[in-house]
Every structure is written in C-alpha cells, then in structure tokens.
C-alpha cells in the first residue's frame, strides 16, 4: 500500500475581537454650548511649569499628562477638557467653572470602559455643581460612589479636584 502525504493547509486562525465599547457622547463644542450658551469662548493655550504640573498631582493624584491647550475663557468662567483613566481606558471629560472657581457642571465626553458608564448619570454628576478648589471632594464623602464604576468614579473624582487645582494654581491669577 502506497501511503501520499498531503499537506497540510494550516487551519484558518479565528480571530475574536472584543467589542467596542468606546462611546462619544458629546463634542467640545456641544459641551461649551451647554455651560456657556451664547457666549464665544476664548483658547487659553497655557504653559505650565514643573511645579504647576507636580502641585496639580499632589492636589488630584491623576497620573496622566495634563494637556494645558485644552483651556477655554468664556466671558463667566471657563473651560477645561481633561482626561483620566476609569479602570483601564481613558475618559475624556468637560469641567465647566464660573468666575470664582466653582463647579458650573462637568459632562462625559467620551468613556471607553466596558463597565462603570453609570458616571453619566446626571444625578451623579451634579454631586460635583458649586464644588471650589477649598472643598476637600473626596469619593464616598462628599461625591457618592457608585457599585460597578467604584474606579470611574474615583478617578472622574480625582479629574475634577485637578481642574479646581489649576484653576487655583494659574486660572484664578489670570
């Protein structure tokens, strides 16, 4: 009996993608228009110097780069894009303060995670309305922690006290 050898094809590799779950929910434009209606917002590209960026952690604890081009005047406050990461992905949030410093609101922009985008809630947002850089905002003290988004919630927490920071440390002065 004569044996053949075949060759064989390699089987078809499956690939499994996980899905996506990275979501944008408003634009800058569509948040500054929420905060500031009517009103023509101003870039502020700031520079921020080494100890600027070291007392905005000490303040926060975020640990990612703070993009300072991301600032805006508006005639009655301003505008900070910012971002932190829920548990594993970036959220890119809107932080909307009045002239004094305190929180006029903040909006989700974009969130990434696959669990926890219970942080887009309005009611648990709101927590952070009339927040200043003197309150100390801490999760589970003044801002409510939510079961499922426990490091969402944490790190949005942290993003906010580091705008009030800059607003303390350069906005303010400005």
Same mark, same amino acid.
């Given at each position: 009996?004569?044996?053949?050898?075949?060759?064989?094809?390699?089987?078809?590799?499956?690939?499994?993608?996980?899905?996506?779950?990275?979501?944008?929910?408003?634009?800058?434009?569509? $948040?500054? /228009?929420?905060?500031?209606? %009517?009103?023509?917002?101003?870039?502020?590209? !700031? #520079?921020?110097? @080494?100890?600027?960026?070291?007392?905005?952690?000490?303040?926060?604890?975020?640990?990612?780069?703070?993009?300072?081009?991301?600032?805006?005047?508006?005639?009655?406050?301003?505008?900070?894009?910012?971002?932190?990461?829920?548990?594993?992905?970036?959220?890119?949030? $809107?932080? /909307?303060?009045?002239?004094? %410093?305190?929180?006029?609101?903040?909006?989700? !922009? #974009?969130?990434? @995670?696959?669990?926890?985008?219970?942080?887009?809630?309005?009611?648990?947002?709101?927590?952070?309305?009339?927040?200043?850089?003197?309150?100390?905002?801490?999760?589970?003290?003044?801002?409510?922690?939510?079961?499922?988004?426990?490091?969402?919630?944490?790190?949005?927490?942290?993003?906010?006290?580091?705008?009030?920071?800059?607003?303390?440390?350069?906005?303010?002065?400005?």
């Amino acid at each position: 009996m004569k044996m053949r050898w075949r060759s064989l094809a390699p089987a078809p590799a499956l690939l499994v993608l996980a899905p996506a779950y990275a979501a944008d929910y408003m634009s800058v434009a569509q $948040a500054q /228009a929420e905060f500031f209606p %009517g009103e023509t917002l101003q870039p502020m590209p !700031l #520079t921020l110097d @080494e100890a600027t960026r070291k007392a905005m952690f000490a303040a926060s604890g975020v640990h990612l780069e703070f993009d300072a081009g991301r600032v805006w005047r508006a005639p009655r406050g301003f505008f900070v894009v910012d971002e932190v990461v829920g548990k594993h992905e970036k959220i890119k949030y $809107a932080v /909307a303060l009045d002239t004094r %410093g305190a929180v006029k609101g903040i909006e989700v !922009l #974009t969130y990434s @995670e696959t669990y926890g985008g219970q942080v887009r809630n309005a009611d648990w947002r709101a927590q952070f309305v009339g927040k200043t850089p003197a309150d100390r905002l801490e999760l589970g003290r003044d801002i409510r922690n939510i079961s499922g988004a426990t490091l969402s919630c944490k790190h949005l927490t942290q993003g906010v006290k580091r705008v009030l920071a800059l607003y303390d440390l350069v906005l303010a002065k400005s």
